[in-house]
């Protein structure tokens, strides 16, 4: 097991993962292994190993009984997150608002925000989510969600290349119905100002044109080109249930495995000997020069914004990543941290492969400061790695402050929506069958009208309209917004911040030794000992908030 705060998790759970829907016969197992001490032959328990016997490739991705219903992520400790930083709270003065009770109350703690020049309600957006099924079994939700939180919805890649209905000029996509039903979706509920839907771009997308469809047919107003995965570097995979459709999908020049076309893997599909082909993306290699004149080459078709999406990869791509956003001034730079999957990721990249968020944040920030101090253009920058709540992206915005505010405008998140948006619908089907939890239904009644605590809200805001708000995209809202939000403006005001651009990295402080050497943030028994005895001896204390606001600024990166 684990020693806090020096040594990662061993690979004791090496040979039985939740992810993989694999378990151990003994509990004492071997912590280099993560194997039962003795392995007998009598045993029927799916081991790692045990499973791989048996079903080989498919024990490399999450529990495939459950794809299209579920998301998956590592469960490896990497010796440092968001828990080793505390928010330092305050008592002298306030900022962004008049110091007085009656207006520095925490409602009135603004967190709106602007990414790339798109105005969001809250500080938070959902990240690409492509083909794979989980996306679109739970589009509704997702996109209405956003839509009425007044935030962005990323549609992430293969969406044009995996529609079987789409239409092809030349190799080019000129028609395809899942990818406009992507969009109106949100734009069902969109309010025209805040937020915006946006269409990732991959290898794929580009050679079949999906960004000049996007521009020209729907008018989508951004375009988000991608490099790789988050959680991993080989390019997107899903499970493909239809013999015809995985050899549609090789015809149109997708990694489909095993091959549909080998007349022996044809039989052992139709024999039931495996139930899914992989359908994977071919990766890109991005060039300096290239990306820019790509760049230029978007906006001269129409796009009135460019993001880039990148996953965790090494320092210097992700140096290289920064200096390309900058040449090119990308209008937002999303950057996503080990190790998550909303589709399929492979369990091993998810655990082992890529920069964990914290670490990966660390390296951006030094670069974001070179950049600065030589004059350059620094987009605005989304992170993106797990993030569930207010206090890590409190701190993610608190780490990105150079002297003028976050670099940081606001949080991508992927697995937490979708998760919301699944509990909320699943509570609703089961309000509808009377199979409501004994607990929950006593505590909050059966009735989604009451058990939605932002029903209300809603029902104020859309009148009537709101009975066609999809009760997914309902817990989406209310989980942004009336947890994540009310959240987030009690932890600024605690902190006497009255806006975003208002929040300082003076106002975290490590609390391990690994935090401190890794991001630079001073371990919280090193934090203002000079102003406390300034303040004790010299002062009258009531000058702390202007003094230590200005000693945060020189914090080291």
């Not at 993962?17 to 045993?43: A, E, F, L, Q, Y």
């Not at 794979?132 to 969600?145: D, Q, S």
């Not at 409501?436 to 209300?456: C, E, N, Q, R, V």
């Amino acid at each position: 097991m684990p020693i806090i705060g020096e040594a990662i998790m061993s690979d004791i759970y090496a040979n039985s993962r939740s992810t993989t829907d694999t378990s151990v016969r003994k509990k004492d197992v071997n912590p280099t292994s993560g194997m039962c001490p003795i392995c007998i032959h009598d045993c029927k328990v799916l081991c790692e190993v045990g499973k791989s016997a048996l079903r080989g490739r498919e024990v490399l991705y999450p529990d495939t009984e459950s794809f299209g219903h579920s998301t998956a992520s590592s469960n490896k400790d990497y010796g440092l997150d968001w828990s080793d930083f505390q928010i330092l709270t305050d008592v002298i003065g306030a900022r962004g608002i008049e110091a007085t009770p009656d207006k520095a109350t925490f409602p009135n703690v603004d967190i709106k925000t602007k990414v790339g020049g798109i105005p969001l309600s809250v500080p938070v957006f959902t990240a690409g989510l492509g083909s794979t099924a989980v996306a679109k079994n739970y589009w509704e939700g997702l996109a209405i969600g956003a839509a009425i939180s007044g935030s962005i919805q990323v549609i992430g890649e293969n969406i044009c290349g995996m529609d079987m209905e789409s239409t092809f000029t030349n190799g080019k996509v000129t028609r395809s119905p899942e990818l406009k039903w992507r969009v109106d979706t949100f734009r069902q509920f969109w309010d025209g100002k805040n937020g915006d839907i946006v269409v990732q771009t991959n290898v794929e997308d580009q050679r079949l044109g999906t960004d000049v469809y996007a521009l020209s047919k729907l008018e989508v107003n951004v375009i988000e080109r991608k490099w790789g995965q988050g959680a991993k570097a080989i390019g997107g995979e899903v499970r493909i249930y239809d013999l015809k459709k995985a050899l549609e999908l090789k015809k149109r020049g997708y990694v489909v495995l095993p091959d549909p076309e080998d007349p022996a893997v044809q039989k052992a599909f139709k024999d039931g000997a495996f139930k899914t082909f992989e359908r994977h993306s071919r990766v890109g290699f991005p060039t300096f020069k290239g990306f820019v004149e790509d760049i230029e080459w978007l906006r001269d078709q129409g796009a009135k914004k460019v993001f880039l999406k990148t996953g965790a990869y090494r320092p210097a791509a992700t140096a290289f990543t920064l200096k390309c956003a900058s040449a090119a001034k990308v209008d937002l730079l999303t950057i996503d941290g080990a190790g998550g999957g909303t589709g399929m990721s492979p369990v091993p990249m998810m655990n082992d492969c890529s920069t964990p968020t914290v670490y990966l944040q660390a390296q951006v920030m030094s670069c974001v400061k070179m950049m600065k101090e030589n004059g350059m253009y620094v987009p605005d920058i989304a992170f993106a790695g797990g993030f569930v709540n207010e206090t890590q992206i409190y701190k993610s915005m608190a780490m990105s402050d150079l002297g003028s505010g976050p670099t940081v405008k606001a949080i991508a998140m992927a697995r937490a929506p979708i998760t919301a948006v699944m509990k909320a619908d699943y509570f609703s089907q089961l309000s509808k069958k009377s199979d409501l939890p004994a607990g929950f239904a006593k505590t909050y009644t059966s009735d989604p009208s009451k058990y939605m605590i932002a029903y209300s809200d809603l029902e104020k805001k859309y009148g009537k309209d709101v009975k066609k708000i999809p009760m997914g995209a309902m817990g989406l809202y209310t989980y942004w917004h009336d947890r994540v939000g009310i959240g987030l403006q009690q932890l600024m005001a605690g902190a006497r911040k009255w806006n975003l651009s208002c929040i300082s990295r003076s106002d975290i402080a490590s609390i391990s030794e690994r935090a401190a050497r890794v991001t630079g943030i001073p371990m919280l028994q090193d934090v203002e000992t000079d102003l406390m005895a300034r303040i004790l001896l010299d002062g009258s204390g009531e000058e702390a908030a202007p003094v230590r606001s200005k000693a945060g600024k020189k914090a080291k990166v």
